[in-house]
T-cell receptor
Framework: KQEVTQIPAALSVPEGENLVLNCSFT??????LQWFRQDPGKGLTSLLL?????REQTSGRLNASLDKSSGRSTLYIAASQPGDSATYLC???????????FGTGTRLTIIP | AAGVIQSPRHLIKEKRETATLKCYPI?????VYWYQQGPGQDPQFLIS???????DKGSIPDRFSAQQFSDYHSELNMSSLELGDSALYFC????????????FGNGTRLTVT
């Protein structure tokens, strides 16, 4: 059974700093990995999707990496802003399976 | 750009009542997913549909059922509601192809009293 873990559960960082969020998964037979952000009481916004054959994806100040063999992904946020404050979730999709398995999320607070 | 539309946004029901949640996927998306997110929890997969046929099933209680209609919208029907069913219910859609990202709606917050 796939288990997805995100550590730390919460992170506070001063505005302007670069930061890294971590995601670990137990079953490396994944099809892709997706990073989302969720604002309190709101839906999930897709940030980046990395296919199993890819090593990283970039969108603006965000860069996501994937190391399948070690079961790890990171989300790098450059020059953090208060608007980046949210919960960040990673989710993996297995081969032959439609569902996403979500991590427990990291609640990020950017301090102005 | 069009997003996934869910209705209603909020729903309050009493125990043992029924509820119906609706989801309108992004145009040309042929796969719909339903997720349940309890307070402080990560989203849990309930069920998915591809081309109006159930494609995968997760931890969906027998009291719940869902279907996808000819116009690709989907409905989640919940009967004999329990207090523990109080949660955010998300619908997501994607295009065929395993590497198509899922796009989520803003969810329906169900409160069972």
């Amino acid at each position: 059974k796939q288990e997805v873990t995100q550590i730390p559960a919460a992170l506070s960082v001063p505005e302007g700093e670069n930061l890294v969020l971590n995601c670990s998964f137990t079953d490396s037979a994944i099809y892709n990995l997706q990073w989302f952000r969720q604002d309190p009481g709101k839906g999930l916004t897709s940030l980046l999707l990395i296919q199993s054959s890819q090593r990283e994806q970039t969108s603006g100040r965000l860069n996501a990496s994937l190391d399948k063999s070690s079961g790890r992904s990171t989300l790098y946020i450059a020059a953090s802003q208060p608007g980046d404050s949210a919960t960040y979730l990673c989710a993996v999709k297995r081969f032959g399976n439609e569902k996403l398995t979500f991590g427990t999320g990291t609640r990020l607070t950017i301090i102005p | 750009a069009a997003g996934v539309i869910q209705s209603p946004r909020h729903l309050i029901k009493e125990k043992r009542e029924t509820a119906t949640l609706k989801c309108y996927p992004i145009p040309r998306h042929d796969t719909v997913y339903w997720y349940q997110q309890g307070p402080g929890q990560d989203p849990q997969f309930l069920i998915s549909f591809y081309e109006k046929m159930q494609s995968d099933k997760g931890s969906i209680p027998d009291r719940f059922s869902a279907q996808q209609f000819s116009d690709y919208h989907s409905e989640l029907n919940m009967s004999s509601l329990e207090l523990g069913d109080s949660a955010l219910y998300f619908c997501a859609s994607s295009r065929t192809g395993g590497n198509s990202p899922l796009h989520f709606g803003n969810g329906t917050r169900l409160t069972v009293t």
